[in-house]
């Protein structure tokens, strides 16, 4: 397959490599994609939270989790386990909500810090979000439900219990949306922070024996902003209303979390690696196209061979017609057709009796009447010593018939 190929295959090799040593001096840009992943250490991602939460709860056992909520409660039902949730939005769907309010209600406790909560969890709760940016002391609104931003970013917030909070606010100067609960049953719920302007941004919603710990700064928790010492303090705290009790670590609802289940996940991961990935990918493609015509020499065409039997046949009865030996030709063809009768039938020849032209009959097909007659103008034939042309020419006759009607 390769034979003859080498150059091809040299020069495919040279550019996958020049291609890997130029992609990997390049300098690599940084990640701003929020995956809230334990997995990600880009600036949004979640490994630093992971590696911590170990220590939040001593003694306790925090699994990572990549399926789906019903199908890890139903597993594990009656466990009062702490389940956690980081991600842009959260909005479990129907049957997950049902089995989550169960698990809560039964005493579990659950934490999730989302930008945005609706469907059927957030209407049980009564929950509704809404964000806005500030212009120094001015907020800006736009529409009924959605907020511009813009101007200065820099967010400030803080606990409400005297307990956790400090005298200073935590600041946060980039990259985390200022969203608040303006909206929750105020009868079933406890604002645990809040912003300067004291709109709620952490809540806990009491449902049965557990609660609901709800945050709507998912960034707070992500490895930007977990480096600083102050702002991790506020994780710790705000992890510190949960009880020491094993956790579940939710990955399977994470927005770029099935698409690092691949087994080339390390491979796709490094840009110089995945371009020369896909350069392979597509170099076998063309060699498959180019290369998979057969190569061989041009097979010449055979005439079949001729049978040479017919006109043999042909040139003998012209020369035997154009001499006039009418017996002669009569007496060839009677010879030929016989030694048929014999190799095709295997019946004797000697004797035109009855049973000879039974057993002719019941093999050929012909009728006995038809045989009869052809068989009486043979014996004629065979004994005159003078053959006329018309003679020859009704033997031939009543002998192509023969074969034209016999089934063998």
């Known amino acids: 397959m390769f034979r003859g190929n080498r150059k091809y295959i040299f020069i495919l090799v040279l550019c996958f490599t020049v291609l890997i040593v130029v992609q990997s001096n390049i300098p690599k840009p940084i990640d701003w994609r929020a995956t809230y992943s334990e997995n990600d250490r880009i600036p949004y991602g979640a490994y630093a939270l992971r590696e911590m939460i170990d220590d939040v709860f001593p003694g306790k056992k925090v699994t990572t989790i990549k399926k789906p909520v019903y199908n890890t409660l139903t597993e594990n039902s009656g466990s009062k386990v702490n389940y956690f949730f980081i991600n842009y939005s959260f909005s479990p769907d129907e049957l997950d909500t049902r089995v989550l309010l169960d698990h809560v209600s039964g005493g579990g406790n659950v934490f999730a810090a989302a930008s945005a909560f609706y469907g059927h969890l957030a209407d049980t709760l009564q929950l509704a979000t809404n964000s806005y940016y500030e212009y120094d002391d001015t907020t800006v ?50 604002v645990l922070g809040t912003n300067k302007k004291n709109d709620a941004n952490f809540i806990r919603v009491r449902f049965g024996r557990g609660n609901f710990y709800l945050s709507t700064l998912p960034e707070v928790f992500t490895n930007y902003n977990f480096v600083s010492e102050t702002n991790s303090d506020y994780v710790y705290k705000a992890l510190s209303y949960l009880p020491v009790e094993d956790t579940y670590w939710d990955e399977y609802y994470k927005y770029y979390g099935h698409a690092q289940e691949t087994p080339l996940r390390v491979w796709l991961s490094e840009p110089a690696l995945s371009a020369a990935w896909f350069l392979l990918l597509v170099s076998l493609l063309l060699f498959i196209a180019f290369g998979a015509k057969r190569r061989q020499r041009i097979i010449p065409v055979v005439e079949p061979l001729k049978n040479t039997t017919l006109e043999f046949v042909n040139i003998v009865g012209t020369l035997y017609y154009q001499k006039g030996d009418h017996k002669n030709i009569a007496s060839k063809m009677i010879t030929y057709f016989l030694e048929h009768i014999r190799s095709r039938f295997f019946v004797k020849t000697s004797l035109f009796d009855e049973a000879f032209i039974k057993k002719v009959t019941a093999l050929s097909g012909i009728p006995e009447a038809e045989l009869m007659e052809l068989f009486n103008f043979i014996t004629i034939i065979g004994g005159s010593s003078i053959v006329r042309e018309e003679e020859v020419l009704r033997l031939n006759a009543m002998i192509e018939k023969f074969h034209k009607n016999s089934k063998r």
Request: glycine content about 8%; aromatic content about 12%.
């Open 141 to 190: 609104v736009a529409g009924a439900n959605a907020i511009l931003q813009g101007g200065n970013d820099t967010l400030r917030i803080n606990f409400t219990s005297p307990h956790l909070r400090p005298k200073k606010d935590y600041v946060y100067a980039k990259g985390v949306s200022n969203v608040i609960f303006y909206s929750f049953d105020t009868l079933h719920t406890t």
